[in-house]
């Protein structure tokens, strides 16, 4: 079963420091989206992308974020400057556009950062 | 604007008794809603969906809610909780009607299951 694939999935890292995501959607989902979840909390959408076009940034998703879905298949987040707020599980889910499937979001198993 | 509302954060139900997770919604559209649940180290799973068809869903694991417009709710239920459903819960709304398809999340639901 090739579900929604995020690597890695622990990342721990200095203040200051840039990091980078990378979640592999199901194969044939044209649509991928990023959420931030933080303890206790349940997760807030960041962006989303049809293929590789950016159609959704939230106001959470300031200047030192950014997503990339190049080619329309994987999509990258990376993080730059991260600061101690910024520790949270970067969660990445895809869905169809069509069929009886569309709109659902399945998602992987989430990026876990701890920024000390 | 589309919002989501957990009306517990902790449930405590014993092995064998119903399970109720309660959720309300507000949608200028026609919403979709979903409850998912979160094992721990575990990425969200699908318990079921609703989009406008009927309105009692069934779900997985023995899951299924009913929608209610006229009191906005999209209430989670379960005759008989097993050890294994404890986990957190969330109900989600999405409206592709507004224009997005991006999902609002309640804050969740910790479904605790006493032997």
């Known amino acids: 079963d090739t579900g929604v694939s995020q690597d890695p999935r622990h990342k721990i890292t200095k203040r200051g420091q840039n990091v980078t995501f990378r979640c592999d959607p199901i194969s044939e989902h044209n649509r991928l989206y990023w959420y931030r979840q933080t303890l206790g909390q349940g997760p807030e959408f960041l962006t989303y992308?049809?293929?590789?076009?950016?159609?959704?940034k939230s106001r959470l998703l300031s200047d030192r974020f950014s997503a990339e879905r190049p080619k329309g298949s994987f999509s990258t987040l990376e993080i730059q400057r991260t600061e101690q707020g910024d520790s949270a599980m970067y969660l990445c889910?895809?869905?169809?556009?069509?069929?009886?499937?569309?709109?659902?979001?399945?998602f992987g198993a989430g990026t876990r950062l701890s920024v000390l | 604007a589309q919002s989501v509302t957990q009306l517990d954060s902790h449930v405590s139900v014993s092995e064998g008794t119903p399970v109720l997770l309660r959720c309300n919604y507000s949608s200028s559209y026609s919403p979709s809603l979903f409850w998912y649940v979160q094992h721990p180290n575990k990425g969200l799973q699908l318990l079921l969906k609703?989009?406008?068809?009927?309105?009692l869903v069934k779900g997985i694991n023995g899951f299924e809610a009913e929608f209610k417009k006229s009191e906005t709710s999209f209430h989670l239920t379960k005759p008989s909780a097993h050890m294994s459903d404890a986990a957190e819960y969330f109900c989600?709304?999405?409206?592709?009607?507004?224009?997005?398809?991006?999902?609002?999340f309640g804050t969740g639901t910790r479904l605790k299951v006493l032997a």
């Open positions: 889910a895809s869905s169809l556009v069509s069929g009886s499937a569309k709109n659902i979001q399945y």
């Open positions: 992308f049809q293929n590789e076009a950016q159609l959704e």
């Open positions: 609703y989009t406008s068809a009927a309105t």
């Open positions: 989600v709304v999405s409206g592709a009607g507004s224009g997005t398809y991006k999902y609002i």
